[in-house]
């Protein structure tokens, strides 16, 4: 578990670099949709975002933040399958994953979504990109990140409580038939 919050961690650095150059991004997608002949439609996949970097790009900075983009996606997604390994969880942490997957499917339509307070990524849009293009790819990080720092959350406390339950109901292992372990003699039992 301390290895998925260590990697969550890291991502979120990763984004807020990622944020800081939010404008560079929104540029990046808008040159890109020119030189695709696709101004009309907004951006709406994950794979949409790779097939404007790898066809449409030719600047060096809008392919280092458009790969940074899809970098994260990756990183998300690879950590929400760790997620799964690390633990079977119950239905609030399988809905929970079930969420980032699908939001991170490459061809997944994120036109509708919008990231809502505490995040002001949208509002740092103009109304016509907010409205009509952009605000879909910028809500998209934001959004799986909360998700799955309330996993982190969900688990850590179910996990915890299950642990002290165990510890306070004195669980006995299964393997000593309901006996207590032995105790060297002269030794006060607690």
């Avoid at 890109?32 to 951006?43: I, L, M, S």
């Avoid at 849009?125 to 982190?152: F, H, K, Q, T």
């Avoid at 179910?158 to 165990?166: A, D, F, I, K, T």
Wanted: with cysteine; net charge positive; glycine share 2%.
């Amino acid at each position: 578990m301390n290895e998925i919050v260590e990697t969550l961690k890291t991502i979120q650095q990763n984004y807020k670099l990622f944020q800081q150059q939010q404008f560079s991004f929104i540029r990046a997608l808008e040159r890109t949709r020119k030189e695709a002949h696709d101004t009309f439609r907004p951006v709406s996949s994950i794979m949409q975002v790779q097939y404007f970097r790898d066809h449409h790009c030719y600047n060096s900075t809008d392919r280092r933040i458009l790969s940074m983009f899809i970098s994260l996606c990756n990183d998300l997604r690879s950590l929400c399958h760790k997620m799964e390994t690390v633990h079977p969880g119950d239905s609030v942490t399988h809905c929970l994953l079930e969420r980032c997957k699908v939001l991170l499917n490459d061809s997944n339509d994120f036109t509708a979504i919008r990231a809502t307070y505490p995040h002001a990524v949208v509002n740092y849009l103009s109304w016509e990109e907010a409205r009509n293009r952009y605000a879909g790819v910028v809500s998209l990080l934001p959004i799986v990140l909360d998700n799955m720092w309330e996993w982190v959350t969900h688990s850590e406390t179910n996990l915890l409580q299950n642990e002290r339950q165990c510890q306070r109901c004195g669980y006995e292992d299964p393997r000593l038939n309901k006996k207590p372990p032995w105790i060297p003699p002269g030794k006060p039992r607690y």
